[in-house]
């Protein structure tokens, strides 16, 4: 099946930094998602992004289909910022997940 | 607010017994997924219902099963349960395959 990789695994920002968090995936896919889930365990959908850029307020995503890559920008990080952030790519049936990259934004 | 509602929030059960998990999809979405998430990992597929229909199969182990009902809501069950069932299951749904909306999801406590 396809395999996803994030980058780096875990990350310890300062408030106010800025970030960039990295999903490689092997296979071309037909949607990419970009979740955050909280510390108390809430997974909440950022980006739906199979190909290009959005942006959200601070957060931003930019999905190269072509290269099987796709980035997610943190800009001036706050510390309900913290927690992991997972990458998700798929078909319309399975959808794979990496195994997420920890953020820390420390006060 | 999801709009995805699992049920019940918390599980605490002894080892063989069996539990069924509950999730009511939101409204207009066909497709429900379900994902276990054990402490500190990623979240491994297990199954996917559309439509009443299962559509496709991740690592999910022979004790247990699931099934999409005709008004769309999902039930996962685990039986002869292991404390390496322990996690955090997750049930999602979606119109068409993406975005996926996550419910709160279930934690399993095998003792």
């Known amino acids: 099946g396809i395999q996803v990789e994030q980058s780096p695994p875990d990350l310890i920002l300062q408030e106010g930094a800025n970030s960039t968090l990295r999903c490689n995936f092997s296979?071309?896919?037909?949607?990419l998602q970009w979740f955050h889930q909280n510390p108390w365990g809430q997974l909440i959908n950022l980006f739906y992004i199979p190909s290009g850029t959005k942006q959200n307020g601070r957060l931003s995503a930019t999905t190269v289909a072509t290269e099987r890559y796709s980035l997610l920008y943190i800009s001036s990080s706050q510390t309900t910022d913290s927690g992991v952030y997972f990458c998700a790519v798929g078909g319309y049936q399975k959808v794979t997940f990496g195994i997420g990259t920890k953020l820390q934004v420390i006060p | 607010d999801s709009g995805v509602t699992q049920t019940p929030k918390h599980l605490i059960t002894a080892t063989g017994q069996r539990v069924t998990l509950r999730c009511s999809p939101r409204s207009g979405d066909l497709s429900v997924y379900w994902y276990q998430q054990s402490l500190d990992q990623g979240l491994q597929f297990l199954i996917q219902?559309?439509?009443?229909?299962?559509?496709a199969k991740g690592n999910i182990l022979e004790r247990f099963s699931a099934q999409q009902f005709p008004d769309l809501h999902s039930e996962l069950n685990l039986s002869s349960l292991e404390l390496g069932d322990s996690a955090l299951y997750f049930c999602?749904?979606?119109?068409?395959?993406?975005?996926?909306?996550f419910g709160n999801g279930t934690r399993l406590t095998v003792t």
């Open positions: 219902y559309y439509n009443g229909e299962e559509r």
């Open positions: 296979d071309s896919v037909n949607n």
């Open positions: 999602a749904s979606s119109s068409g395959g993406a975005p996926l909306h």
